[in-house]
């Protein structure tokens, strides 16, 4: 093609305006600058006019915009607007013509929990309803390879949920089940290791992290609240860290954060003496941030998902990790100490009487 025939005439550029006006969707801020700068450029030449303020932030924006097509010529200016409106027109008519709201693309390689992208929402799901969601070593690594790809994934939020009855019942006792006696040390050790490496993962997350308690939550569940960025519940969720009664200690930096949301009396109540609370309770206490009656939780917890996943990206991720950034140090330290004193704790008399309790059945929370 030769420059003259792509050329485009006076005609073409101001249908292509008035095709502007047509647009249903907005394009958004960036496509918009665009559009000014080409339009200025295409009308009135390079940009000639003085640098506003640094404070006057739309004008500087235009500005900017303006003057970085340069000496771009008055043809060529005319001829990218009006390519530019033409391609924004007809990605609104295929979009129309396809479903409006995308597929949820479904993540490979997990067994234990179910990973889905959809709506700029990452969803990691604890998928063993039949155990009550309980946690074993495979969904302890896999949900820490879950996080890590959402925080690197082009979600703007990642969310964390329960399939079925239950959000989770904590630590699976079986993970300290049939180890042999000169093993246990191996498995303290072990077991240290991957929580303190777990635990890490909720503390570094970069972007905003949503716990949807569907259902009851327990142990290391409840703990991990305290490092998710905001906690839903529905009404039939309840809350219980019975670490005493299982001869255990708390976790999920939990014995940091519990009285720095809910004041160490209360943190008292639920990390020393197993005290389970409502969700009403837990919310009145600070852990979670609102209760949504279980008849319409799910359609309303995912509703208001979907529109704080369609704020700016960049902003939420650079605000979160603001917000974490003052307390990071202290949380990873916290984090190291809890697992030291839980390897002792796994090694006690007082630990290995409640899971044997448990495994036969004589105990149940
Ligand atoms: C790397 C290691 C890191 C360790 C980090 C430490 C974390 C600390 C914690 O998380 S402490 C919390 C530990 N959790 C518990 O103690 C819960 C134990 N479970 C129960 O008390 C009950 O199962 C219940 C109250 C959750 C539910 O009772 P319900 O009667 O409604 O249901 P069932 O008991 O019949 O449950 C169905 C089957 O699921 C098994 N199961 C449920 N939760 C767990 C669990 N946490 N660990 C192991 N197994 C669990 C239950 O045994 C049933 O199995 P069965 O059908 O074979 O009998």
Redesign the pocket.
């Known amino acids: 093609m030769t420059t003259a025939t792509m050329q485009v005439s006076q005609k073409d550029f101001e249908k292509a305006q008035e095709q502007l006006k047509l647009l249903k969707k907005d394009p958004g801020n960036e496509t918009k600058l665009k559009l000014y700068a080409l339009f200025k450029q295409a009308t009135e030449g390079p940009c000639n006019s003085p640098k506003p303020g640094m404070l006057d932030f739309v004008k500087k924006a235009k500005w900017d915009a303006w003057n970085s097509l340069g000496n771009l010529s008055q043809d060529n200016a005319r001829q990218k607007y009006t390519e530019l409106v033409s391609s924004l027109i007809s990605a609104e008519s295929a979009g129309q013509t396809k479903d409006a709201s995308p597929e949820e693309s479904r993540h490979d390689g997990y067994e234990t929990i179910i990973v889905t992208t959809k709506n700029n929402i990452t969803k990691i799901m604890f998928n063993r309803p ?3 969601n ?1 946690i074993n ?1 495979q969904m ?1 690594r896999e949900i820490i390879k879950a996080l890590q790809e959402a925080g690197k994934d082009d979600s703007t939020i990642a969310v964390i949920t329960g399939n079925g009855e239950y959000y989770t ?7 300290f089940a049939n180890v042999q006696p000169n093993d246990m040390e191996k498995m303290a050790k072990d ?1 240290a290791e ?2 303190k490496e777990f635990v890490s993962c909720f503390i570094d997350f970069p972007k905003p992290l949503i716990a949807v308690v569907n259902g009851p939550a ?3 569940s409840v703990t991990l609240l305290g490092l998710c960025d905001i906690v839903y519940a529905s009404d039939r969720a309840t809350f219980h860290t ?2 005493s009664q ?1 001869g ?1 200690s708390p ?1 999920g930096c939990s014995s940091y954060l519990f009285p720095k949301i809910m004041g160490l009396a209360k943190a008292n109540e639920m990390l020393l003496f197993n005290k389970k609370l409502t969700a009403a309770e837990a919310c009145a206490w600070g852990l979670v941030t609102e209760v949504f009656p279980d008849g319409t939780f799910q359609k309303e917890v995912w509703e208001r998902l979907k529109a704080y996943a369609s704020l700016p990206k960049n902003s939420l991720a650079v605000s979160k990790q603001l917000l974490r950034s003052m307390e990071k140090e202290k949380l990873h330290a916290v984090n190291s100490q809890e697992c030291e004193v839980l390897k002792e704790r796994w090694l006690s008399d007082e630990c290995l009487n409640a899971i044997v309790s ?1 495994f036969q059945r004589k105990s ?2």
């Open positions: 039949e155990r009550k309980a070593h302890y019942s904590g630590n699976d006792l079986n993970n077991g991957l929580l327990i142990g290391i019975p670490f299982l255990q976790e448990f149940k929370l």
